[in-house]
């Protein structure tokens, strides 16, 4: 059994001349919640189109759960509850009918846990009690609910869940937060598509960043918060000397703003900062690191903030 | 997955809206008749009208007659057009392929619960026709456009028999809307297209410069049906017909599948 639940090898997918998709390289460990955050536009419901099978590859091959799609779909799909660019049911059909007919619909049927697997999926995303109403009046968040509710139907190895919180209230997105906590816990490998970084930051354990079609950093979120430097502050009266000091260890974009100066710390120890600068006689009052926010990790490596990528 | 499709249909308001539409047909048809009193004269109206105080059986024909060149049709495209698109529309089709739904699969149940469209919407018309035509008329033996009777039972197996005809001419239409179908996100475009293919055809079947053409369009031997009610059955154009659709479904069910199991679906 391979220790990824996802796993893309060159994925690419051109629409036209363009490649939406580009050389996407994906490894979601299984148990992990793997955050997959890009600006709008940058290619994380394409992926995940092509991960389902909605639509087919330009290049490039994947594996879902081990095995080799999109060969194995009727095995492994089974398997996976999905949440695609919002939830999609019949308006004229009640929340518990529609769950029904898309139970119903595909192989293993597990016709006689049915009704109690609606009831659940029901009451787990709160919508026990709008279950016989159409879907026609379910709100937004309502619909976001039911369409979690569909994912969560049969027991699921992975779940993936573009923008999950999505018009839902902030009660709303707290209870989905949870779910996915649960779910996580449970065993389930959640794949978790969103532009939302406070997404990231309160659920995951791993992410993978994508900016215009190509995936620019992935690993644990350890991993990515502690890569790119942390900056180095020193407060001092000889601000001039200090940073000739901290020139001279190798630290780099040092800026002196006053009685502040920063730099970046490139692989130097602060300790031996703080002795070089004793040792040259530089009066140091503080001297404090400061790691990287995800915001800025992110922000680096997209370039582009939360802009809709062209 | 197959019962459930067709209930989905069903249930929808639209489809039944459809029926009630089509079978208000032939009671409005009868209806009128029995309002106006006397009988149409003989000859007079859509083939089998004239008969209609004879004997109320023919009211069921007289309504496929009325609803097969536009009503019926229309129910079709409607019904076809929506197959694939219509869940491409709503997005659920995203949601059934990934379930997963193979694709093939899922175009034999579409076609399947189509099918099942067309034989109801048909007898939703024969059935309406029937009964309002035995409450308002009287009813016995059926004379045959041969001149000779048959018994009421013979009589309504034959009216049967050309409901089903109706129905078998309703499937060519009914792939050429699927096959649509596939090639849209948008069902209203779909049953549009439907739609205007039916009208060509009829209206090509209209014009004596393309008589050789005629033999081939979809529409051209769909009132072929009539032909059962001739003793013995007149069987020739009834076949021409089954042939004409037949060749369609094979061609244009095979065109909605090349085409659904190789789209990207990104609706």
């Known amino acids: ?149 569909a994912a969560l139907l049969r027991p699921r190895s992975l779940l993936v869940l573009d923008e999950p919180t999505n018009g839902m209230d902030p009660q709303g997105t707290r209870e989905i937060r949870n779910l996915v906590r649960e779910l996580a816990s449970e065993g389930s490998t959640v794949f978790l598509s969103t532009h939302l970084l406070s997404e990231v930051e309160q659920l995951c354990t791993h992410l993978g960043i994508i900016s215009v079609g190509k995936v620019v950093a992935q690993g644990s979120i350890e991993d990515l918060r502690g890569r790119g430097d942390a900056m180095l502050r020193v407060e001092t009266e000889d601000a001039g000397n200090a940073a000739q000091v901290l020139d001279r260890l190798g630290l780099e974009s040092i800026v002196v703003t006053g009685e502040v100066v920063s730099a970046q710390l490139d692989g130097q120890r602060p300790e031996e900062c703080n002795r070089a600068l004793v040792m040259a006689g530089v009066g140091v009052r503080s001297l404090t690191t400061d790691r990287r926010s995800l915001e800025d990790a992110f922000v680096a490596l997209t370039g582009e903030g939360f802009d809709v990528a062209g | 997955m197959w019962l459930a499709d067709i209930g989905l249909l069903f249930r929808r308001v639209r489809t039944r809206v459809l029926l009630l539409v089509l079978a208000a047909v032939p009671i409005a048809v009868a209806v009128a008749v029995r309002l106006s009193g006397e009988g149409p004269s003989p000859g007079s ?28 049709p229309l129910a079709v495209a409607i019904v076809a057009g929506d197959a694939v698109a219509g869940e491409a529309n709503l997005g659920t089709l995203r949601y059934l392929l990934s379930r997963p739904v193979g ?52 009589g309504t197996l034959r009216i049967g028999l050309a409901a089903v005809l109706v129905a078998l001419s309703l499937l060519g239409l009914a792939a050429i809307g699927m096959f649509i179908s596939t090639l849209t996100d948008a069902p209203v475009g779909a049953m549009a297209g439907t739609v205007g293919v039916a009208v060509l055809s009829g209206v090509l079947n209209a014009v004596p410069a393309l008589s050789w053409l005629q033999p081939f369009l ?43 199991t190789s789209k990207d679906v990104l609706a």
Not at chain 1, 81 to 98: C, D, H, K, S
Not at chain 1, 105 to 113: H, L, M, S, V
Not at chain 2, 237 to 258: E, H, M, P, R
């Open chain 2, 45 to 72: 109206g859509p083939r089998f009208f004239d008969q209609i105080t004879n004997n109320g059986v023919f009211a069921a024909l007289v309504g496929l007659t009325v609803t097969l060149p536009f009503f019926l």
């Open chain 2, 103 to 154: 694709r093939t699969r899922l175009l034999v149940i579409k076609a399947t619960t189509v099918t099942i469209f067309c034989f109801v919407a048909t007898f939703a018309v024969a059935i309406a026709g029937l009964i309002a035509g035995s409450i308002l008329f009287p009813i016995g033996d059926v004379t045959t456009l041969s001149g000779d009777t048959l018994s009421l039972a013979a």
């Open chain 2, 218 to 260: 979809l529409t051209h031997y769909w009132l072929s049906f009539g032909d059962v009610l001739r003793s013995p059955v007149y069987w020739n154009q009834i076949l021409l017909n089954l042939l004409v659709q037949g060749v369609t479904v094979v061609v244009f069910a095979a065109a909605a599948w090349s085409r659904f």
């Open chain 1, 1 to 149: 059994m391979s220790d990824l639940a996802i796993e893309t090898t060159g994925l690419t997918k051109r629409l036209g001349h363009t490649a939406v998709v580009d050389q996407v390289d994906l490894a979601v460990p299984r148990g992990s919640v793997y955050g997959f955050l890009g600006p709008n536009g940058s290619g994380k419901t394409t992926t995940i189109r092509m991960l389902l099978g909605l639509i087919w590859p330009t290049a490039g091959s994947f594996r879902l759960l081990g095995e080799t799609m999109p060969a194995a779909s009727s095995r492994v799909l089974p398997q996976v509850g999905a949440l695609v660019e919002g939830p999609a049911f019949y308006p004229w059909l009640t929340g518990r009918q529609n769950l029904r007919r898309i139970d119903a619909a595909g192989p293993d049927g597990q016709r006689k846990t049915r009704a109690a697997r609606i009831d659940d999926a029901l009451t787990k995303v709160g919508l026990a009690a709008a279950a016989t109403k159409r879907y026609r009046a379910y709100s937004l968040g309502m619909k976001q609910r039911l369409g979690l509710a």
